[in-house]
């Protein structure tokens, strides 16, 4: 029987190869301008990390994770998300006697036990970025820009950011109660989900995706509405910030994190072409994560990118660059006692940066041809025995038809001259 893919996985195959390198080259890009560093941390780390940095009563922890116990008897975690990876390392490697914030971007495979039909993959790609050490607004609001600075340079304009300030843990009680009271009555009316969430996670009953469930808790009051002093300072500097750039966003009360070391700013993108699925990020500031993973209290912020649906995006808009399969130079032996003077110089033009390829195949001149038409290639370089006699080539210029023969040295000369024009 032949093996096939693990359900939930995708090939990312040499046609579809280029459009993830130009996705993530624009994430270097836009990181480079906002100096950002690229940090790689582990697809694994110890299971205990994520428990402690994601929260043992959400879905990730609690269904989606891959984690087994390896040949020591420890139990290790693929990661499904990365900031907590990114924060472990940054207390790891005292990232904090460094210049402040601490700004690093990632890209890479995640991995959650998800289920496959909801067009989910197991192991999914997010680029993200964290920026440690600065209690905001500003980096906040640098970090929002990054993200639709990213969508909008792919040429996805039509993106709708969401914004919210989901409190401190000093205004948070307050607003729980207020939350708990408003809902209680009607609690029996509420999804499965939401009846279980009302006393270790109230706020999440106000994202649940139940219509029913988003009716009963329209008339709840609202976290704004309870912000302490500092917390409702901080979102009104965050916006007036985000309006100096000209940035457009509106204001949702119901976007919420579920755990309580997130604080202040919580934002979402959604990309409205994609329908159902259309969030394409999610971010906001997790000033009390590093303390709960082991380090002193520092804040910091980021955001993750879900690739898959940018391309996806980007292929339903036509946005995706060709894809470029052509060659300088083919070079093409008239029979196989040339085939070696036809290898030699491949090498050579490859050694000078020159992309060349030659048939492996045993195929006629003619056939050869052909063969360099397909890439396409600028120039076909024929070998034969006068040819290599003289030390030259008969180089055709695919375009023009024009062939002149010429040394191998001017050849090498004449692309690089081409190239650098
Ligand atoms: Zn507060
Ligand atoms: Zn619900």
Redesign the pocket.
């Known amino acids: 029987m032949q093996i096939t893919g693990p359900r939930g996985t995708k090939d990312i195959l040499p046609e579809a190869s280029s459009f993830w390198q130009y996705v993530e080259q624009s994430a270097r890009t836009i990181c480079r301008a906002y100096v950002y560093q690229e940090i790689r941390t582990p697809v694994f780390e110890h299971t205990e990390l994520f428990l402690r940095g994601i929260g043992e009563t959400t879905d990730i922890v609690q269904k989606e994770m891959y984690t087994f116990n390896d040949r020591g008897e420890r139990s290790i975690t693929l990661r499904p998300e990365n900031t907590a990876a990114v924060v472990r390392a940054y207390l790891e490697h005292k990232l904090y006697s460094g210049p402040q914030p601490t700004k690093v971007f990632y890209i890479g495979p995640m991995f959650r036990y998800d289920r496959p039909q909801a067009g989910r993959l197991r192991q999914f790609h997010q680029f993200g970025v964290e920026a440690i050490g600065s209690k905001g607004p500003a980096v906040d609001a640098e970090i929002i820009l990054l993200a639709v600075h990213f969508f909008r340079q792919l040429g996805l304009n039509d993106l709708n950011l969401y914004i919210n300030s989901v409190g401190c843990p000093n205004c948070r009680p307050v607003y729980r109660e207020q939350l708990q009271t408003a809902l209680r009555d009607n609690l029996p009316q509420?999804?499965h989900?939401?009846q279980s969430?009302f006393e270790r996670n109230p706020m999440r009953?106000l994202d649940?995706?139940?219509e029913?469930?988003q009716d009963l808790s329209r008339s709840a009051p609202a976290l704004s509405d309870c912000l302490c002093q500092e917390c409702a300072g901080h979102f009104d500097e965050l916006r007036q910030l985000l309006d100096a750039a000209g940035i457009e966003y509106k204001h949702n009360p119901r976007l919420v994190r579920g755990l309580d070391y997130y604080t202040k700013t919580a934002f979402e993108i959604q990309y409205p072409p994609l329908g159902a699925q259309s969030a394409v990020c999610g971010g906001g500031r997790y000033d009390g994560l590093i303390e709960e993973i082991g380090g002193e209290a520092t804040p910091g912020i980021g955001f993750a990118i879900g690739l898959e649906r940018v391309l996806l995006a980007l292929e339903k808009q036509g946005l995706l660059p060709a894809q470029q399969t052509d060659i300088a130079v083919y070079v093409a032996a008239v029979d196989a006692a040339s085939q070696a003077a036809a290898f030699k110089l491949l090498a050579e033009l490859r050694l000078a940066g020159i992309s060349a390829d030659m048939d492996y195949l045993g195929r006629s001149l003619k056939a050869q041809l052909k063969q360099a038409n397909r890439y396409p290639a600028r120039y076909v370089a024929i070998i034969g025995e006068e040819e290599a006699a003289q030390g030259k080539v008969a180089l055709k210029n695919m375009q023009t038809g024009q062939q002149e023969l010429i040394s191998a040295g001017d050849l090498r000369q004449k692309i690089q001259v081409e190239m650098e024009e």
């Open positions: 509420f999804c989900d939401c969430r009953i649940c995706k139940n029913k469930c």
